[in-house]
């Protein structure tokens, strides 16, 4: 069993900035792309940014040049950097991953439960 364990979420002003951090652990052999979605009240859920295992990234456009994904290999863990926020941006952000499970269990993608990001106008 893989568990991912999102952190970092809170409450902020506009223009402020949060980073947000994504720990997964459990039965991992390696982890492939990671990323980022997230969820506003009466919205669908909606991809913010993703990660390769080699570091190429992806980001949604409302977001390009204020986020920056990133992680740590080592830690099992990915990042979203957050700068100018905006109260658009308010949301419940969810930590997703592609993992090959280890003792051959094949690959699985993960979810975490979600950390909120209230941005305050």
């Known amino acids: 069993q893989v568990q991912l364990v999102e952190s970092g979420g809170g409450l902020v002003q506009a223009g402020g900035s949060l980073r947000l951090s994504c720990a997964a652990s459990?039965?991992?052999?390696?982890?492939?792309?990671m990323g980022w979605y997230r969820q506003a009240p009466g919205k669908q859920r909606e991809l913010v940014a993703d990660?390769?295992?080699?570091?190429?990234?992806n980001y949604a456009d409302s977001v390009k040049a204020r986020f920056t994904i990133s992680r740590d290999n080592a830690r099992n863990t990915v990042y979203l950097q957050m700068n100018s926020l905006k109260p658009e941006d308010t949301a419940v952000y969810y930590c997703?991953?592609?993992?090959?499970?280890?003792?051959?269990?094949?690959?699985?993608?993960?979810w975490g439960k979600g950390t909120l990001v209230t941005v305050s106008s």
């Open positions: 990660i390769t295992r080699r570091g190429s990234t």
């Open positions: 997703n991953a592609d993992v090959q499970v280890a003792g051959g269990g094949g690959g699985m993608n993960y």
């Open positions: 459990g039965s991992i052999f390696r982890i492939d792309a």
